[in-house]
Protein backbone atom coordinates (compact mmCIF):
# COMPACT_ATOMS: atom_id res chain seq x y z
CA UNK A 1 0.00 0.00 0.00
CA UNK A 2 2.82 2.08 0.95
CA UNK A 3 4.16 1.92 -2.24
CA UNK A 4 1.05 2.32 -4.23
CA UNK A 5 0.73 5.83 -2.39
CA UNK A 6 3.79 6.74 -3.07
CA UNK A 7 3.61 6.11 -7.51
CA UNK A 8 0.60 8.45 -6.68
CA UNK A 9 -2.03 5.82 -7.27
CA UNK A 10 -5.28 5.67 -5.58
CA UNK A 11 -6.55 2.14 -5.71
CA UNK A 12 -7.20 0.51 -2.54
CA UNK A 13 -5.77 -3.55 -2.74
CA UNK A 14 -8.04 -6.45 -1.39
CA UNK A 15 -6.10 -7.12 1.59
CA UNK A 16 -6.38 -3.88 2.98
CA UNK A 17 -10.70 -4.38 3.74
CA UNK A 18 -12.49 -7.30 4.17
CA UNK A 19 -14.78 -8.30 1.32
CA UNK A 20 -18.67 -7.45 1.13
CA UNK A 21 -20.61 -9.73 -1.11
CA UNK A 22 -24.03 -9.02 -2.02
CA UNK A 23 -25.38 -7.22 1.04
CA UNK A 24 -23.76 -9.81 3.72
CA UNK A 25 -20.47 -9.13 5.81
CA UNK A 26 -18.73 -12.23 5.84
CA UNK A 27 -15.41 -11.99 7.15
CA UNK A 28 -12.89 -12.98 4.48
CA UNK A 29 -11.02 -15.93 5.15
CA UNK A 30 -7.20 -14.69 5.13
CA UNK A 31 -8.40 -11.86 7.26
CA UNK A 32 -9.87 -14.21 9.82
CA UNK A 33 -6.74 -16.33 9.67
CA UNK A 34 -4.89 -13.51 10.25
CA UNK A 35 -6.41 -12.56 13.38
CA UNK A 36 -6.23 -15.47 14.70
CA UNK A 37 -2.64 -16.40 13.78
CA UNK A 38 -2.34 -12.44 15.42
CA UNK A 39 -3.98 -13.82 18.64
CA UNK A 40 -1.99 -17.64 18.51
CA UNK A 41 1.11 -15.79 18.10
CA UNK A 42 0.32 -13.26 21.03
CA UNK A 43 -0.19 -16.03 23.50
CA UNK A 44 2.78 -18.17 22.12
CA UNK A 45 5.05 -14.63 22.94
CA UNK A 46 3.30 -14.53 26.46
CA UNK A 47 4.12 -17.48 27.09
CA UNK A 48 7.81 -17.85 26.06
CA UNK A 49 8.43 -14.54 27.88
CA UNK A 50 6.76 -15.94 31.23
CA UNK A 51 8.72 -19.42 30.40
CA UNK A 52 11.94 -17.37 29.93
CA UNK A 53 11.49 -14.81 33.12
CA UNK A 54 10.31 -17.64 35.14
CA UNK A 55 13.56 -19.92 34.08
CA UNK A 56 15.83 -16.82 34.90
CA UNK A 57 13.58 -16.36 38.49
CA UNK A 58 13.88 -19.73 39.63
CA UNK A 59 17.95 -20.17 38.18
CA UNK A 60 18.58 -16.89 40.46
CA UNK A 61 16.60 -16.85 43.26
CA UNK A 62 18.10 -17.75 46.66
CA UNK A 63 16.23 -21.34 47.33
CA UNK A 64 14.57 -20.12 51.07
CA UNK A 65 15.69 -22.76 53.60
CA UNK A 66 16.90 -22.71 56.63
CA UNK A 67 20.77 -22.74 57.38
CA UNK A 68 23.23 -21.97 59.69
CA UNK A 69 25.30 -19.31 58.79
CA UNK A 70 28.40 -17.45 60.11
CA UNK A 71 28.02 -14.04 61.77
CA UNK A 72 27.06 -10.89 59.52
CA UNK A 73 28.04 -9.09 62.87
CA UNK A 74 28.99 -9.10 66.49
CA UNK A 75 28.63 -7.51 69.60
CA UNK A 76 32.06 -7.48 70.91
CA UNK A 77 31.35 -5.63 74.20
CA UNK A 78 32.02 -4.07 76.67
CA UNK A 79 30.61 -6.06 79.26
CA UNK A 80 28.03 -4.72 81.91
CA UNK A 81 27.34 -1.50 79.20
CA UNK A 82 23.96 -3.09 77.76
CA UNK A 83 25.07 -5.96 75.89
CA UNK A 84 22.36 -7.89 76.63
CA UNK A 85 19.80 -5.30 76.08
CA UNK A 86 21.10 -4.78 72.61
CA UNK A 87 21.10 -8.18 71.48
CA UNK A 88 17.69 -8.67 73.29
CA UNK A 89 16.75 -5.41 71.08
CA UNK A 90 17.59 -6.26 67.86
CA UNK A 91 16.69 -9.84 67.67
CA UNK A 92 13.06 -8.11 67.47
CA UNK A 93 13.42 -7.34 63.26
CA UNK A 94 12.33 -10.17 61.42
CA UNK A 95 15.57 -9.62 59.49
CA UNK A 96 17.72 -10.70 62.01
CA UNK A 97 18.34 -13.82 63.81
CA UNK A 98 20.95 -14.14 66.76
CA UNK A 99 22.44 -16.30 69.23
CA UNK A 100 20.87 -17.25 72.89
CA UNK A 101 23.54 -17.54 74.85
CA UNK A 102 27.53 -15.70 74.49
CA UNK A 103 29.48 -18.09 72.16
CA UNK A 104 32.86 -17.18 72.88
CA UNK A 105 34.24 -18.92 69.92
CA UNK A 106 37.17 -16.09 69.38
CA UNK A 107 38.24 -15.50 72.91
CA UNK A 108 38.55 -18.70 74.62
CA UNK A 109 40.90 -21.67 73.08
CA UNK A 110 39.50 -24.96 73.21
CA UNK A 111 36.00 -23.21 71.35
CA UNK A 112 38.58 -22.23 68.47
CA UNK A 113 40.43 -24.67 67.88
CA UNK A 114 37.17 -26.46 67.22
CA UNK A 115 36.79 -24.61 64.19
CA UNK A 116 34.56 -22.39 62.11
CA UNK A 117 32.03 -25.48 61.54
CA UNK A 118 31.72 -25.88 65.17
CA UNK A 119 30.94 -21.82 65.46
CA UNK A 120 28.60 -21.81 62.55
CA UNK A 121 26.76 -24.78 64.40
CA UNK A 122 26.40 -22.09 67.88
CA UNK A 123 24.22 -20.03 65.09
CA UNK A 124 20.71 -19.79 65.17
CA UNK A 125 19.11 -21.31 61.45
CA UNK A 126 18.58 -18.06 58.77
CA UNK A 127 17.06 -17.93 55.84
CA UNK A 128 19.07 -16.33 52.85
CA UNK A 129 18.00 -12.64 53.29
CA UNK A 130 18.20 -12.32 56.74
CA UNK A 131 21.65 -11.67 59.13
CA UNK A 132 22.90 -13.50 61.35
CA UNK A 133 24.43 -12.02 64.85
CA UNK A 134 26.15 -12.90 68.20
CA UNK A 135 27.86 -11.64 71.10
CA UNK A 136 30.44 -11.96 73.64
CA UNK A 137 31.47 -9.11 75.16
CA UNK A 138 34.99 -10.39 76.47
CA UNK A 139 36.52 -10.24 72.70
CA UNK A 140 36.73 -6.54 73.14
CA UNK A 141 39.53 -6.71 75.52
CA UNK A 142 41.21 -10.00 73.87
CA UNK A 143 44.22 -9.58 72.53
CA UNK A 144 44.48 -11.88 69.73
CA UNK A 145 40.64 -11.60 68.63
CA UNK A 146 40.48 -8.91 65.92
CA UNK A 147 42.93 -10.59 63.86
CA UNK A 148 41.21 -14.32 64.26
CA UNK A 149 38.11 -12.34 63.60
CA UNK A 150 39.27 -10.56 60.62
CA UNK A 151 40.81 -13.97 59.39
CA UNK A 152 37.43 -15.36 59.32
CA UNK A 153 35.28 -12.27 57.79
CA UNK A 154 37.58 -8.62 57.05
CA UNK A 155 33.98 -6.74 56.43
CA UNK A 156 32.31 -8.30 59.24
CA UNK A 157 30.37 -5.72 61.12
CA UNK A 158 31.35 -5.06 64.70
CA UNK A 159 29.26 -3.03 67.51
CA UNK A 160 30.35 -2.10 70.74
CA UNK A 161 28.54 -0.42 73.84
CA UNK A 162 29.88 1.69 75.78
CA UNK A 163 28.94 3.26 78.75
CA UNK A 164 30.02 5.86 81.27
CA UNK A 165 32.49 4.04 82.95
CA UNK A 166 31.89 4.76 86.74
CA UNK A 167 28.35 3.34 86.11
CA UNK A 168 30.28 0.39 84.40
CA UNK A 169 32.79 0.11 87.09
CA UNK A 170 29.89 -0.39 89.68
CA UNK A 171 27.89 -2.87 87.50
CA UNK A 172 31.01 -4.93 86.87
CA UNK A 173 31.18 -4.74 90.73
CA UNK A 174 27.96 -5.72 92.12
CA UNK A 175 28.42 -8.57 89.03
CA UNK A 176 31.26 -10.22 90.60
CA UNK A 177 29.92 -9.51 94.07
CA UNK A 178 26.79 -11.41 93.11
CA UNK A 179 28.63 -14.53 92.24
CA UNK A 180 31.42 -14.07 95.26
CA UNK A 181 30.59 -14.27 98.50
CA UNK A 182 34.47 -13.03 99.19
CA UNK A 183 34.27 -9.42 98.18
CA UNK A 184 35.61 -6.04 99.38
CA UNK A 185 33.92 -2.91 99.37
CA UNK A 186 33.52 -1.24 96.26
CA UNK A 187 35.94 1.52 97.42
CA UNK A 188 38.50 -1.25 98.51
CA UNK A 189 38.30 -3.24 95.05
CA UNK A 190 38.40 0.07 92.78
CA UNK A 191 41.42 2.47 94.63
CA UNK A 192 44.80 1.43 96.31
CA UNK A 193 45.82 1.63 99.98
CA UNK A 194 47.41 4.97 98.84
CA UNK A 195 44.11 6.39 97.52
CA UNK A 196 44.92 6.04 94.19
CA UNK A 197 43.05 4.24 90.90
CA UNK A 198 43.33 0.62 91.03
CA UNK A 199 43.70 0.27 87.20
CA UNK A 200 44.62 -3.26 87.65
CA UNK A 201 40.80 -3.90 88.74
CA UNK A 202 39.19 -5.62 87.09
CA UNK A 203 36.35 -2.87 87.29
CA UNK A 204 38.34 -0.31 86.09
CA UNK A 205 39.89 -2.29 83.40
CA UNK A 206 37.60 -3.10 81.57
CA UNK A 207 36.03 0.54 82.16
CA UNK A 208 39.08 2.33 80.11
CA UNK A 209 37.88 1.53 76.69
CA UNK A 210 40.47 3.13 74.91
CA UNK A 211 42.94 0.40 76.15
CA UNK A 212 41.90 -1.93 73.61
CA UNK A 213 40.38 0.06 70.49
CA UNK A 214 44.13 0.52 68.85
CA UNK A 215 43.91 -2.90 68.08
CA UNK A 216 40.52 -3.27 66.34
CA UNK A 217 41.09 0.09 64.63
CA UNK A 218 44.49 -1.92 63.15
CA UNK A 219 42.59 -4.40 61.79
CA UNK A 220 39.22 -2.77 60.89
CA UNK A 221 38.08 0.42 59.32
CA UNK A 222 36.27 2.46 61.42
CA UNK A 223 33.00 2.47 59.21
CA UNK A 224 32.74 -1.29 59.89
CA UNK A 225 32.77 -0.93 63.68
CA UNK A 226 29.60 0.84 65.14
CA UNK A 227 30.19 2.28 68.82
CA UNK A 228 26.84 2.77 70.67
CA UNK A 229 26.32 4.63 73.98
CA UNK A 230 25.01 2.21 76.48
CA UNK A 231 23.66 5.24 78.82
CA UNK A 232 21.54 6.69 75.75
CA UNK A 233 20.47 2.57 75.63
CA UNK A 234 18.83 3.05 78.48
CA UNK A 235 17.41 5.97 78.27
CA UNK A 236 16.13 6.23 74.33
CA UNK A 237 15.93 2.31 73.30
CA UNK A 238 14.89 3.36 70.00
CA UNK A 239 17.15 5.95 68.85
CA UNK A 240 19.92 3.33 69.46
CA UNK A 241 17.82 0.64 67.38
CA UNK A 242 17.22 3.20 64.51
CA UNK A 243 20.94 3.57 64.59
CA UNK A 244 21.61 -0.12 64.72
CA UNK A 245 19.51 -0.83 62.23
CA UNK A 246 20.28 1.70 59.25
CA UNK A 247 24.28 0.18 60.37
CA UNK A 248 23.42 -3.03 59.57
CA UNK A 249 21.84 -2.28 56.11
CA UNK A 250 18.45 -3.72 57.17
CA UNK A 251 15.01 -1.62 57.06
CA UNK A 252 13.99 0.61 59.95
CA UNK A 253 11.35 -1.62 61.84
CA UNK A 254 11.93 -1.43 65.28
CA UNK A 255 10.69 1.92 66.20
CA UNK A 256 9.37 3.48 69.52
CA UNK A 257 6.48 1.31 69.85
CA UNK A 258 8.62 -1.85 70.52
CA UNK A 259 9.11 -0.66 74.20
CA UNK A 260 7.24 0.65 77.22
CA UNK A 261 9.32 2.08 80.23
CA UNK A 262 8.67 -0.71 83.63
CA UNK A 263 8.19 1.85 86.45
CA UNK A 264 8.62 -1.40 88.40
CA UNK A 265 12.21 -2.46 86.74
CA UNK A 266 13.37 1.03 85.75
CA UNK A 267 14.25 0.12 82.75
CA UNK A 268 12.76 -0.21 79.03
CA UNK A 269 10.96 -3.49 78.58
CA UNK A 270 10.42 -4.73 74.75
CA UNK A 271 7.98 -6.74 72.62
CA UNK A 272 8.40 -9.69 72.44
CA UNK A 273 6.26 -12.67 71.17
CA UNK A 274 3.19 -10.86 71.49
CA UNK A 275 4.13 -8.81 75.17
CA UNK A 276 6.32 -6.97 76.57
CA UNK A 277 9.16 -8.51 78.57
CA UNK A 278 12.05 -7.03 80.93
CA UNK A 279 15.32 -8.67 80.95
CA UNK A 280 16.50 -10.99 84.05
CA UNK A 281 16.90 -9.31 87.51
CA UNK A 282 21.11 -9.79 86.45
CA UNK A 283 20.22 -6.92 84.26
CA UNK A 284 19.15 -3.50 85.88
CA UNK A 285 20.47 -3.97 89.45
CA UNK A 286 20.02 -0.85 91.64
CA UNK A 287 23.51 0.49 92.08
CA UNK A 288 24.36 1.86 95.58
CA UNK A 289 25.16 5.52 96.30
CA UNK A 290 29.40 5.68 95.71
CA UNK A 291 31.28 8.42 98.27
CA UNK A 292 32.06 11.69 97.10
CA UNK A 293 35.53 11.46 97.37
CA UNK A 294 35.42 8.03 95.35
CA UNK A 295 33.37 9.29 92.70
CA UNK A 296 35.60 11.94 92.30
CA UNK A 297 38.91 9.83 92.06
CA UNK A 298 37.63 7.47 89.65
CA UNK A 299 36.34 11.03 87.84
CA UNK A 300 39.46 12.26 87.25
CA UNK A 301 40.82 9.08 86.39
CA UNK A 302 38.65 8.25 83.41
CA UNK A 303 38.25 11.86 82.13
CA UNK A 304 41.25 11.83 80.56
CA UNK A 305 40.91 7.63 79.44
CA UNK A 306 37.36 8.84 78.32
CA UNK A 307 39.17 12.16 75.88
CA UNK A 308 41.90 9.63 74.36
CA UNK A 309 39.30 6.89 73.18
CA UNK A 310 36.89 9.83 71.98
CA UNK A 311 40.08 11.14 69.93
CA UNK A 312 40.06 7.97 68.38
CA UNK A 313 37.05 6.79 67.61
CA UNK A 314 36.41 10.38 66.06
CA UNK A 315 33.11 10.81 68.46
CA UNK A 316 32.16 11.60 72.03
CA UNK A 317 29.60 10.77 74.38
CA UNK A 318 28.14 13.45 76.86
CA UNK A 319 28.19 11.13 79.59
CA UNK A 320 26.80 13.11 82.86
CA UNK A 321 28.28 12.08 86.38
CA UNK A 322 26.80 13.67 89.22
CA UNK A 323 29.74 14.30 91.76
CA UNK A 324 27.93 15.70 94.39
CA UNK A 325 24.42 13.75 94.81
CA UNK A 326 23.57 9.93 94.77
CA UNK A 327 24.40 7.85 91.93
CA UNK A 328 27.44 7.83 89.54
P1 LIG B 1 23.20 -2.80 85.62
O1 LIG B 1 22.59 -4.11 85.96
O2 LIG B 1 24.43 -2.53 86.37
O3 LIG B 1 22.24 -1.64 85.70
P2 LIG B 1 25.37 -6.29 79.96
O4 LIG B 1 24.18 -6.91 79.33
O5 LIG B 1 26.39 -5.88 78.96
O6 LIG B 1 25.91 -7.13 81.07
O7 LIG B 1 24.90 -4.92 80.60
C1 LIG B 1 24.04 -4.89 81.73
C2 LIG B 1 23.51 -3.49 81.82
O8 LIG B 1 22.59 -3.24 80.78
C3 LIG B 1 22.73 -3.22 83.06
O9 LIG B 1 23.64 -2.87 84.08
C4 LIG B 1 21.79 -2.09 82.65
O10 LIG B 1 22.16 -0.84 83.17
C5 LIG B 1 21.93 -2.06 81.14
N1 LIG B 1 20.65 -1.99 80.44
C6 LIG B 1 20.42 -1.26 79.33
N2 LIG B 1 19.17 -1.34 78.96
C7 LIG B 1 18.54 -2.14 79.84
C8 LIG B 1 17.20 -2.59 79.95
N3 LIG B 1 16.27 -2.21 79.10
N4 LIG B 1 16.91 -3.42 80.99
C9 LIG B 1 17.86 -3.78 81.85
N5 LIG B 1 19.15 -3.39 81.80
C10 LIG B 1 19.50 -2.57 80.78
Not at 25 to 51: A, E, Q
Request: net charge positive.
Amino acid sequence: MIDSVIAGKTHVTHTMIPKVQSGRNIPCLNCFLGNKSKIVFLITLVCIICSYTGLRWYATAKPQVYEKRLPHFIIIGVKKSGTRALLSFIKMHPDIVTTGMEVHFFDRNESYEQGLDWYRDMMPASLPDQLTGEKSPGYYRTLFVPQRIHEMNSSIKLILVVREPIERCMSNYLQHASKNARHGSFASEVLLSNGEVNEQSPHVFNSNYDLFIDMWLKRFPRKQLKIVDGNLLITHPHLVLQEVQEFLGVRQYINEEFFQYDEKKGFYCYFNESEFKCLGDSKGRAHPEISPAVKLKLYQYFQLRNELFFKKIGKRFDWKVNLTGNGS
